[in-house]
Structures are given as structure tokens and as C-alpha cells.
């Protein structure tokens, strides 16, 4: 029976020689986009675009975001947008907030008592999907 030794290069080797999928390479590529126009919106409106306290867009923003920032493709600007909206601090934000607000960071309009109970079933929604899971942990962990 021979054995097989296998170096490190060997494997570093093996490793180059993989390719990878279509499917993952083009996510990757979004994934990166996403990360840049996150970046880019944070650095030029760290107020709105803000990681903690997130203010509440105005309806509409992504018709300003396509003409300032063209070199985006405005599906990933709309796909950003609809991640961004559903982030549990800026689902927070809508339920205490009374104005949504423009770029400029000026309120604009009244948040509608739809949208406000929108972010509140979305909310309950995603800490019920949190709470199940750490159930679920907590059972396995008991089982182990």
C-alpha cells in the first residue's frame, strides 16, 4: 500500500487550481459592491447612513442615490437599501422617529402609522427567528 505525502505547497497548489463557481464568484463581486456603496454612503452622509443610530429615509431616496451615484448598478443601490431598511437599529429608529429625512439630513415628511407598524411586525418578527434559534440551541445543548 503506498501513502501519499502531500506538502504544503502541494496543497497551496490544489488550492490555486480551483476554481471558482460563477454563481460564487459574481456574489463575491456584490458582496464587495455592497461593502463599497455602504462605505461610500457612510462617509458621505455619516449622519443618515449612520451604523447606530440610523435615520429614517425619506420614500423615494433611491431616485437620488441613482443620479449621485451612477457607477453603482441601481439594483445593488435598491438591494442595499431594502438590507439597510431592514437592520433591526433602523427598524428601531422608524417606531421612535417622528420625520422621515432627506440626504441634506432635513425632515421631510411624517412617518405614516403603516409604516411605523411595518417596522413593528418586522421587529417582532426578527426577535421571535432570535429567540427560537437560542431555544433551539439551548435544546441541543441539553441533548449533547
Given at each position: 500500500?503506498?501513502?501519499?505525502?502531500?506538502?504544503l505547497?502541494?496543497?497551496?497548489?490544489?488550492?490555486d487550481?480551483k476554481k471558482?463557481?460563477?454563481?460564487?464568484?459574481a456574489?463575491l463581486?456584490?458582496?464587495?459592491?455592497l461593502?463599497?456603496?455602504r462605505?461610500?454612503?457612510?462617509?458621505?452622509?455619516p449622519?443618515i447612513?449612520?451604523?447606530?443610530?440610523?435615520?429614517?429615509?425619506?420614500?423615494?431616496?433611491?431616485?437620488e442615490?441613482?443620479?449621485r451615484y451612477?457607477?453603482?448598478?441601481?439594483?445593488?443601490?435598491?438591494?442595499?437599501?431594502?438590507v439597510w431598511?431592514?437592520n433591526?437599529?433602523?427598524l428601531?429608529?422608524?417606531?421612535?422617529?417622528?420625520?422621515?429625512v432627506?440626504l441634506?439630513n432635513?425632515?421631510v415628511?411624517p412617518?405614516?402609522d403603516?409604516?411605523?407598524e411595518r417596522?413593528k411586525?418586522l421587529?417582532?418578527?426578527t426577535?421571535?427567528?432570535?429567540?427560537s434559534?437560542?431555544g433551539?440551541?439551548?435544546?441541543?445543548n441539553?441533548?449533547?
Amino acid at each position: 500500500m503506498k501513502v501519499e505525502t502531500i506538502t504544503l505547497t502541494d496543497l497551496k497548489e490544489r488550492e490555486d487550481q480551483k476554481k471558482i463557481s460563477p454563481k460564487r464568484e459574481a456574489w463575491l463581486k456584490r458582496k464587495a459592491q455592497l461593502k463599497a456603496l455602504r462605505k461610500q454612503l457612510n462617509a458621505d452622509f455619516p449622519e443618515i447612513f449612520d451604523y447606530v443610530e440610523p435615520k429614517p429615509l425619506i420614500c423615494g431616496i433611491h431616485n437620488e442615490l441613482f443620479v449621485r451615484y451612477p457607477q453603482y448598478s441601481r439594483k445593488l443601490i435598491r438591494f442595499f437599501l431594502g438590507v439597510w431598511t431592514q437592520n433591526k437599529s433602523y427598524l428601531q429608529m422608524m417606531l421612535s422617529a417622528a420625520n422621515r429625512v432627506n440626504l441634506d439630513n432635513k425632515p421631510v415628511e411624517p412617518i405614516s402609522d403603516v409604516h411605523k407598524e411595518r417596522a413593528k411586525e418586522l421587529l417582532e418578527k426578527t426577535n421571535a427567528k432570535k429567540t427560537s434559534k437560542e431555544g433551539t440551541n439551548v435544546a441541543a445543548n441539553t441533548q449533547a
